[in-house]
């Protein structure tokens, strides 16, 4: 019988690691291998970026808010913009192809072919909605580890075109089939998508009435459409984006604080140093010297 693992509603969201993950427009995704070890107990983490991973060896036991599954070698798992999560291997070590994938990489133009899939979809639904592969899509989810594999340890110029391909075949692959709960009105996304491209595209703040005529809808369809797709108001999701990027910023260089609160649209320093120990624990200045970890 596996060990019990707390779910998270148990656990001080301050006990969750806050990550931060160097991408940008030229690196929008990261694809690694990683081994979850049987004697490390239960890590509680949560990040801006959108992570997806399948587990290749042994089992894992993936944790959300009020919410547990064990994943074995096959399946896959989800985690959405600044969604909790905590994760155990269960009985050995367990082994796993990771991908940390900025969340306008998946909001761009598809090709007419795609049918209006919308990619972000799986992220954003609760974690019990989130699709599940057949037998087949686990076979399939682990042949396309495998090449993950091989093109992450490739030094090809063309290995993040690879990678990204290897992405969109893994995520359709568990979209075949899945239906994604009615609450969730995705047959808006195309016109969400352009409010999430405005937040995207413009580094200060976005209020929701812009953000609202940007989609096409009124204010009030379009609060209760974005909850829906994203998990999250439009507020909480302007701000984390802006959050991110204040991150970002700090990471890269030496520019004021002072610099980096107005260029991300916060009010002044105290503002950014309010929102950034929110989000990340620490302020500004401590992120700046010692990072996320």
Same mark, same amino acid.
Not at 151 to 170: K, M, Q, T
Not at 206 to 230: K, N, P, Q, S, Y
Not at 261 to 266: C, I
């Given at each position: 019988? #596996?060990?019990?693992?707390?779910?998270?509603?148990?656990?001080?969201?301050?006990?969750?690691?806050?990550?931060?993950?160097?991408?940008?427009?030229?690196?929008?995704?990261?694809?690694?291998?990683?081994?979850?070890?049987?004697?490390?107990?239960?890590?509680?983490?949560?990040?801006?970026?959108?992570?997806?991973?399948?587990?290749?060896?042994?089992?894992?036991?993936?944790?959300?808010?009020?919410?547990?599954?064990?994943?074995?070698?096959?399946?896959?798992?989800?985690?959405?913009?600044?969604?909790?999560?905590?994760?155990? #291997?269960?009985?050995?070590?367990?082994?796993?192809?990771? #991908?940390?994938?900025?969340?306008?990489?998946?909001?761009?133009?598809?090709?007419?072919?795609?049918?209006?899939?919308?990619?972000?979809?799986?992220?954003?639904?609760?974690?019990?909605h989130r699709p599940r592969p057949d037998p087949d899509?686990?076979?399939?989810?682990?042949?396309?580890?495998?090449?993950?594999?091989?093109?992450?340890?490739?030094?090809?110029?063309?290995?993040?075109?690879?990678?990204?391909?290897?992405?969109?075949?893994?995520?359709l692959t568990l979209h075949d089939g899945w239906v994604?709960?009615?609450?969730?009105?995705?047959?808006?996304?195309?016109?969400?998508?352009?409010?999430?491209?405005?937040?995207?595209?413009?580094?200060?703040?976005?209020?929701?009435?812009? #953000?609202?005529?940007?989609?096409?809808?009124?204010?009030?369809?379009?609060?209760?459409?974005?909850?829906?797709?994203?998990?999250?108001?439009f507020a909480q999701f302007a701000l984390r984006h802006?959050?991110?990027?204040?991150?970002?910023?700090?990471?890269?260089?030496?520019?004021?604080?002072?610099?980096?609160?107005?260029?991300?649209?916060?009010?002044?320093?105290?503002?950014?140093?309010?929102?950034?120990?929110?989000?990340?624990?620490?302020?500004?200045?401590?992120?700046?010297?010692?990072?996320?970890?």
């Amino acid at each position: 019988m #596996a060990a019990r693992v707390p779910r998270i509603d148990s656990i001080p969201l301050d006990s969750a690691t806050r990550h931060a993950f160097d991408l940008s427009a030229r690196q929008p995704m990261i694809v690694f291998p990683t081994v979850v070890p049987a004697r490390g107990g239960t890590r509680f983490d949560m990040h801006y970026e959108l992570e997806f991973g399948i587990v290749t060896r042994g089992r894992m036991r993936r944790i959300y808010r009020g919410h547990e599954i064990d994943l074995g070698p096959g399946e896959a798992w989800m985690c959405g913009i600044w969604e909790p999560h905590g994760y155990a #291997a269960l009985g050995g070590d367990c082994g796993a192809m990771v #991908a940390v994938i900025a969340p306008a990489a998946l909001t761009g133009p598809d090709p007419v072919e795609a049918g209006g899939v919308n990619w972000l979809a799986p992220f954003a639904v609760q974690p019990e909605h989130r699709p599940r592969p057949d037998p087949d899509g686990r076979e399939r989810l682990l042949d396309i580890a495998r090449r993950m594999d091989a093109r992450a340890r490739d030094d090809s110029p063309r290995r993040p075109l690879w990678l990204r391909l290897l992405l969109s075949e893994a995520l359709l692959t568990l979209h075949d089939g899945w239906v994604a709960p009615p609450a969730a009105d995705i047959a808006a996304h195309r016109d969400l998508q352009r409010a999430v491209r405005l937040v995207f595209d413009r580094r200060g703040d976005v209020r929701a009435d812009e #953000a609202a005529a940007a989609a096409g809808m009124g204010r009030a369809r379009f609060d209760r459409a974005f909850a829906a797709l994203m998990g999250l108001s439009f507020a909480q999701f302007a701000l984390r984006h802006r959050i991110g990027g204040a991150a970002a910023q700090l990471r890269a260089g030496d520019d004021p604080i002072k610099s980096v609160a107005r260029r991300w649209g916060f009010t002044d320093p105290s503002h950014l140093r309010r929102c950034f120990i929110q989000h990340y624990g620490r302020s500004p200045a401590v992120y700046r010297q010692r990072g996320a970890g």
